[in-house]
């Protein structure tokens, strides 16, 4: 890294950026991505960083950064490579879904130009990125996680042997998939069944990759953790705020650090994944279901920004780009948590104060 008084930061986040110039973009990874994207680069910023991005001709260009427009039919990943040849970049920042590997890809990208990346290895990325292997993983630490198998492994539904208890419904989700995208509800077996008969034919979503999990009720949860190489703290918790309509989840935002008085409980778990998992470095979040009787389970982790990193510079007393990039960068971990809260909603886009 050069030695000078101001770093210099290539900021990609996916689905803004470009990623998705030539096929028309999914409103709701849309939202997200812009609100994280300008978050970030108004905490790098404020921080005396300087940034270059590029952004989808199709969205607004970023205020805080110096970006390059991408058109449909433009080769976006050589715009990319020429933009992390530049000799003054010291860093690379990546927000993007992990689905199909698109994460792990950008990890790819950015270690063949050299450069330093600010977040989890790739290794870390490859194992969280299929929910799985995640769950085998952490199950495997004595963490707690939902039963899974794959759907079309399941059936007929005598093979539901794999689960022993008697299931408060049926969720079905892409293994690899991002936010709440193609994750359903089914109150019942027949109800299952003749989602499995119909979805087998329908070619947006992939079938052999579906996960079928047994219905946790609880309260959904997660939390914004960062790390060092040796060190893990659990800055935030938070409430999620998830829809169920017409079968399907959605997601509509969170009560950043409205769940504050669950991160013990949290810090025990997200210390627990690490030794799991050793490579989550930087930020990660992990969703989370709270049982009535205050046990946690892990549901997935998010090797990358989350959504409620939004909210977080409201909620804590230093900077949290910094935090992370001092975690990273100088493997420097400062054990801070959030003293208050904020609300974060989407699609409406509007942030207001925790009540």
């Given at each position: 890294?050069?030695?000078k008084?101001?770093?210099?930061?290539?900021?990609?986040?996916?689905?803004s950026?470009?990623?998705?110039?030539?096929v028309?973009?999914?409103?709701s990874?849309?939202?997200?991505?812009?609100?994280?994207?300008?978050a970030?680069l108004?905490?790098?910023?404020?921080?005396d960083?300087?940034?270059?991005?590029?952004?989808?001709a199709?969205v607004t260009?970023?205020?805080?950064?110096?970006?390059?427009?991408?058109?449909a039919?433009?080769d976006?990943?050589?715009?990319?490579?020429?933009?992390?040849?530049?000799?003054?970049?010291?860093?690379c920042?990546?927000?993007a879904?992990?689905?199909?590997g698109?994460?792990?890809r950008?990890?790819?990208?950015?270690?063949?130009?050299?450069k330093?990346?600010?977040?989890?290895?790739?290794?870390?990325?490859r194992?969280t990125?299929?929910?799985?292997?995640?769950?085998?993983?952490c199950?495997q630490?004595?963490i707690?996680?939902?039963?899974?198998?794959y759907?079309?492994?399941a059936?007929?539904?005598?093979?539901?042997?794999?689960?022993?208890?008697a299931?408060s419904?049926?969720?079905v989700?892409?293994?690899?998939g991002?936010?709440?995208?193609?994750?359903?509800?089914f109150k019942?077996d027949?109800?299952?069944?003749?989602?499995?008969n119909?979805?087998?034919?329908?070619s947006?979503?992939?079938?052999d990759k579906?996960?079928?999990?047994?219905?946790l009720?609880?309260?959904?949860l997660?939390?914004?953790?960062?790390?060092?190489?040796q060190?893990?703290?659990?800055?935030?918790?938070?409430?999620?705020?998830?829809?169920l309509?017409?079968g399907?989840?959605s997601?509509?935002?969170a009560?950043?650090?409205?769940?504050a008085?669950?991160?013990?409980?949290?810090?025990?778990?997200?210390?627990?994944?690490?030794?799991?998992?050793?490579?989550?470095?930087?930020y990660?979040?992990?969703?989370?279901?709270?049982?009535?009787?205050?046990?946690l389970t892990l549901?997935?982790?998010n090797?990358?920004?989350?959504?409620?990193?939004?909210?977080?510079?409201?909620?804590?007393e230093r900077?949290p780009?910094?935090?992370?990039?001092d975690?990273?960068?100088?493997?420097?971990?400062?054990t801070?948590?959030?003293?208050?809260?904020?609300?974060?909603?989407?699609?409406?886009?509007?942030?207001s104060?925790?009540?």
């Open positions: 890294m050069q030695n008084s101001r770093l210099k930061i290539w900021v990609c986040e996916y689905v950026a470009g990623g998705l110039a030539s028309d973009l999914p409103a990874l849309l939202q997200e991505g812009l609100l994280m994207r300008d970030l108004a905490d790098l910023s404020r921080s960083v300087d940034c270059i991005t590029s952004h989808d199709r260009a970023p205020a805080a950064a110096v970006s390059t427009g991408i058109q039919g433009d976006v990943y050589a715009i990319w490579r020429a933009q992390l040849a530049a000799a003054d970049i010291d860093a920042w990546v927000i879904p992990e689905t199909d698109i994460l792990e950008m990890c790819e990208l950015v270690a063949e130009s050299g330093r990346w600010i977040g989890c290895s790739q290794t870390a990325i194992q990125s299929s929910k799985s292997l995640m769950a085998d993983l199950a630490a004595g707690s996680t939902i039963p899974h198998c759907l079309h492994a059936m007929p539904l005598p093979a539901l042997s794999w689960y022993g208890q299931a419904g049926w969720v989700k892409p293994d690899d991002a936010g709440c995208e193609f994750t359903y509800y019942n027949f109800e299952l069944i003749e989602f499995n119909k979805i087998k034919s329908d947006a979503i992939p079938y579906l996960l079928l999990q047994p219905y009720p609880g309260q959904p997660s939390m914004s953790v960062i790390a060092s190489s060190q893990v703290t659990v800055v935030a918790g938070h409430q999620q705020w998830l829809k309509e017409a399907q989840f997601f509509h935002g009560g950043v650090n409205q769940a008085r669950h991160l013990p409980l949290m810090q025990a778990m997200a210390e627990n994944i690490q030794r799991a998992i050793p490579g989550l470095t930087g990660w979040g992990a969703d989370l279901i709270l049982d009535a009787d205050d046990l549901v997935e982790i090797p990358r920004l989350t959504t409620p990193y939004i909210g977080l510079c409201k909620v804590l900077n780009a910094r935090m992370i990039l975690a990273v960068l100088n493997n420097c971990l400062t801070l948590v959030a003293t208050s809260a904020v609300a974060v909603s989407l699609p409406s886009l509007t942030e104060p925790a009540q």
